[in-house]
């Protein structure tokens, strides 16, 4: 017998993706017309940049003969508080639904791995490492491209989002097998 899994109160996927459109006309609206870039939103930079503020406190002579810093400069910019912004956005929606909750391990993970919170963090680090460097591959992350790309209609952008979509259900399926029915 199969249990129903309690709704978790959560957004409506309705309501969020329209939210998450709208939000992206107007953020392609901010970055072109009021800040004149050429490009749209995108953020796997300021992670590099950030490690760059970091590392300027601890060895700012390492950084300033840094090729790629002194390229990309070490700056806290819009594409830096957007990120912020992200975060404090994700914070203030899982407060207003009541889903907020502190886990050092997801109960996926311990489901198919076990309880062990070093495991985890090790997995979590070197499974972020390999997401920037894909990230810093291919000029952009998955949401930069798929939200970014999608809205300009770009081609490069549906093979990304059709490559990042298709290898992430083959890895899943890899690492968490099968769903027992």
């Known amino acids: 017998m199969q249990m ?3 709704d978790s109160g959560g957004w409506n996927p309705y ?5 998450v459109g709208v939000l992206a006309i107007l953020s392609a609206y901010a970055t072109t017309v009021w800040l004149g870039k050429t490009s749209y939103l ?7 940049r950030g490690a760059g503020v970091i590392e300027q406190q601890i060895a700012p002579e390492h950084v300033q003969a840094n090729e ?3 390229k990309q400069k070490v700056k806290i910019d819009w594409q830096f508080m957007l990120v912020l912004g992200i975060f404090a956005g994700a914070f203030i929606a899982s407060c207003t639904d009541k889903s907020f909750k502190l886990e050092s391990v997801p109960p ?11 495991k985890r963090a090790v997995w979590a ?24 790309g999608m809205m ?5 952008a549906f093979v990304a989002l059709g490559m990042f979509f298709g290898v992430g259900i083959i890895v899943a399926g890899f690492i968490y097998g099968r769903r027992s029915r």
């Open 42 to 48: 995108g953020a796997s930079t300021t992670f590099v």
């Open 125 to 148: 680090f070197l499974g972020g490492i390999v997401a920037m460097m894909g990230a810093r591959m291919a000029s952009g992350c998955p949401s930069g491209h798929g939200l970014s």
């Open 4 to 6: 129903k899994k309690k």
């Open 108 to 118: 996926t993970w311990e489901k198919h791995f076990g309880p062990s919170v070093g």
């Open 68 to 70: 790629y810093f002194v």
């Open 152 to 156: 300009q209609l770009s081609v490069s």
């Open 15 to 19: 309501l969020a993706g329209a939210l």
